[in-house]
């Protein structure tokens, strides 16, 4: 069983719009989640972490984790072009200071 | 200032050769992995090193030999390379931080990758 799952998409959403992006996983005990942002052919970037149940806000990025249901989901508001890429969502794995990613979700914010 | 770098960005190599991939961090870090992530664009850990030491190994084929001379560098040797080793390696590094409630988390922070084509 995926420790960490998401919907490949793509999810696209016009320009202004709110994109909202999920992820679920199954260790309930998970305390620390990360979100990634991935431009193609470039690498992983940290844009958000979450530890605690409810929401963080950082400028028009919102991350909510919610433990009863076991699902994060990062919230981005006023869309922009600059914007599209693959979302990768992380939570931790068992392992010291090991973590598992999603596949990623692929966004697509249309002008 | 690069805080992960690593060399070279592109490895263009033939099948049953041997190849090293070297990977630097300047972030004062102590935990460092490499990752692998293929065409799929799934990305998948190899291994983790603590402080020189080996804690993360998962089934990577034994071709695979990272190696750690000190807590800013890990390098990655492979021998005698596959068509299906081609892919982008990412070497990270992590700092353990406590947080609420006195428990630990931390934060990856990626290299720029190599892209690894076997022909």
């Known amino acids: 069983q995926k420790e960490v799952e998401q919907n490949s998409g793509p999810l696209s959403v016009p320009e202004g719009a709110i994109a909202s992006l999920n992820c679920t996983y199954s260790d309930r005990g998970s305390q620390s989640f990360f979100w990634y942002r991935q431009y193609s052919g470039k690498s992983p970037e940290l844009i958000m972490s979450i530890y605690s149940n409810g929401d963080k806000e950082d400028g028009r990025f919102t991350a909510q984790l919610n433990k009863a249901s076991q699902y994060v989901s990062l919230l981005i508001r006023d869309s922009q072009p600059s914007d599209s890429a693959t979302y990768l969502c992380a939570g931790p794995s068992g392992g010291y200071q090991k973590v598992t990613f999603g596949i990623g979700t692929k966004l697509q914010v249309i002008p | 200032d690069t805080a992960v770098s690593q060399t070279p960005k592109y490895l263009v190599t033939q099948m049953g050769n041997d190849k090293s991939i070297k990977c630097e961090q300047n972030l004062g870090h102590d935990t460092m992995y490499w990752y692998k992530q293929d065409s799929k664009k799934f990305l998948k850990i190899m291994f983790s090193y603590n402080n020189k030491e080996l804690i993360i190994n998962e089934t990577v084929p034994n071709r695979f030999s990272p190696k750690s001379p000190d807590k800013a560098h890990l390098n990655l040797h492979i021998n005698s390379l596959e068509l299906g080793d081609s892919a982008v390696y990412f070497c990270?590094?992590?700092?353990?931080?406590?947080?609420?409630?006195?428990?630990?988390?931390?934060?990856?922070?990626f290299g720029p990758g190599t892209r690894l084509t076997v022909l």
């Open positions: 990270a590094s992590s700092q353990e931080v406590l947080g609420e409630a006195a428990r630990s988390y931390n934060e990856q922070f």
